[in-house]
């Protein structure tokens, strides 16, 4: 049986989706810039999340959102500080900080959490280490143009540099990347084609993104959540083990229904 696994958590894979719910502590992120930017509004919003039947929570200091403008550690750490520890007290489930700064992510797992989300599309000998020495889970993520064969090659050979720095594998957890640098097309082809390397589980992180909108026709992010549903079911369908959604009691049921048609 496979796991992905750190410190503080123990996924099986292959039983079902596990399904991150997304907590953006951002006055600018794309879809819900400045909704859960009070400490109290973030908190109950983490332990509705958890109420709903996510799997994980991510937590987002910096929006990633094209052209956003970027902030420092320091910020994001400012950010974090008064939501983090009573967000990792008062939930069961994994905390996940998305960043990729080495220094947030350190504050982060000293903080509570157990998964370091990664957009940077590297791997840097300083997040490997934070990573390694705190035993933490690890998102790898492709960020830039590529089809799903050669986004599938980088990520292996990424996880591999990361192991060799010391990374368990079992941490690893590899994410290509959609709407990150990439065409139209080529996000409809990794929702359509990509496959993970084998062993390494895949998180499909698809929620209301633009290339979403495009395809349905929907400029507003909000009320994309029935394409983000339909982009994430063909995505289990093609072996995706986690998915990362801003709605995740639409997002479980969704994935409850693939997991179910997967197995009949």
């Known amino acids: 049986m496979a796991y992905w696994q750190g410190k503080r958590f123990s996924l099986l894979l292959g039983e079902r989706t596990y399904v991150m719910g997304i907590l953006n502590i951002t006055p600018d992120s794309f879809s819900d810039g400045g909704d859960f930017l009070d400490p109290e509004t973030a908190v109950a919003h983490a332990l509705e999340l958890e109420a709903q039947g996510a799997d994980l929570i991510d937590i ?72 390694r020495d705190w035993g933490a889970g690890w998102v790898i993520m492709h960020n830039g143009p590529g089809e799903p064969a050669e986004i599938a090659d980088w990520l292996l050979s990424a996880a591999k540099r990361a192991e060799e720095m010391g990374v368990l594998r079992e941490g690893i957890c590899l994410d290509p990347g959609a709407g990150f640098g990439k065409t139209y097309e080529q996000n409809l082809r990794i929702i359509r084609d990509f496959r993970a390397p084998e062993g390494y589980p895949y998180l499909a992180g698809f929620s209301r993104k633009s290339f979403i909108g495009a395809a349905a026709g929907e400029p507003a992010p909000k009320r994309r959540e029935a394409g983000t549903i339909a982009a ?33």
Request: glycine share 10%.
């Open 232 to 264: 994430h079911v063909i995505a289990v369908m093609g072996g995706a083990d986690v998915i990362r959604t801003h709605d995740a009691a639409a997002g479980i049921q969704s994935v409850r229904v693939a997991d179910a048609v997967k197995g009949a």
């Open 60 to 131: 987002g200091p910096q929006s990633t959102r094209p052209g956003h403008a970027s902030v420092s550690p320091a910020e994001e750490i400012q950010r974090l500080s008064p939501v983090l520890g009573r967000i990792s007290a008062a939930v069961r489930v994994p905390v996940s900080v998305d960043t990729f700064y080495p220094e947030t992510a350190a504050f982060a797992l000293e903080g509570g959490a157990a998964v370091v989300n990664d957009v940077s599309g590297a791997v840097s000998p300083e997040m490997a280490r934070v990573v």
